[in-house]
Every structure is written in C-alpha cells, then in structure tokens.
Nanobody
Framework: QVQLVESGGGLVQPGGSLRLSCAAS????????MDWYRQAPGKQRELVAG???????NYATSVKGRFTISRDNAKNTVYLQMSSLKPEDTAVYYC???????????WGQGTQVTVSS
C-alpha cells in the first residue's frame, strides 16, 4: 500500500518561486516513475513533469525552462521546483507514482498553488 503526501503549496506572486514535495511510503521508491500533474478549475488534469527511476525527466511545454523535477531516493521524495510563476500556473498539483507493466498507479491528495497579486 503506497501513500503519497504532497506539501509546499500556497499563495505566491507572479514571478515568484515555490517548491513542492511529495513523500512516498509503503513501496519501493527506487523503481517508481514519479510524475507531477495539475488541474485548474474547468480544465482536465494535465501532466506537468515526470522523472523515471533512472533520472530521465520530461516536462510540459508550458513549464519547460521554469520548472525542475528532481528526486531524492534516500528520502523517498520527489520535488517540483517552480520558478517564474504565472497566474496560469494556478491549480491543484498532484503527485503520481507508477511502475510495472501493466502500470500500477498511486495518487496523492493534491496541494493548492495559487499565483496572484
């Protein structure tokens, strides 16, 4: 039973920075691909960034160059460093863990990020 707990969300001004954390427990973190998704009101959930067990990363075009995903396997934690934040980044951000074929997936509860003056 894998549990994911996000933290670090909050209110930030445009141009500001925020770092989200997702702590995993109950599984073998080192074999998991970890993803960050976000969902804004009235929109579908979208993939923001991902990092494989080997450290390969990918980003949505809208955040490339501004966001950085990383992982600390010793702490079973994945991070999303967000910089140059824009109002359109406002959303609930969710952590996802997956592995295997067919894939096994687990989701966190989400953390709110609001970018506003």
């Amino acid at each position: 039973q894998v549990q994911l707990v996000e933290s670090g969300g909050g209110l930030v001004q445009p141009g500001g920075s925020l770092r989200l954390s997702c702590a995993a427990s109950g599984g073998d973190f080192h074999i998991m691909t970890m993803d960050w998704y976000r969902q804004a009101p009235g929109k579908q959930r979208e993939l923001v960034a991902g990092i494989t067990n080997g450290g390969t990363t990918n980003y949505a075009t809208s955040v490339k160059g501004r966001f950085t995903i990383s992982r600390d396997n010793a702490k079973n934690t994945v991070y999303l460093q967000m910089s140059s934040l824009k109002p359109e980044d406002t959303a609930v951000y969710y952590c996802n863990a997956r592995w295997g074929w067919p894939s096994i997936n687990y989701w966190g509860q989400g953390t709110q990020v609001t970018v506003s003056s």
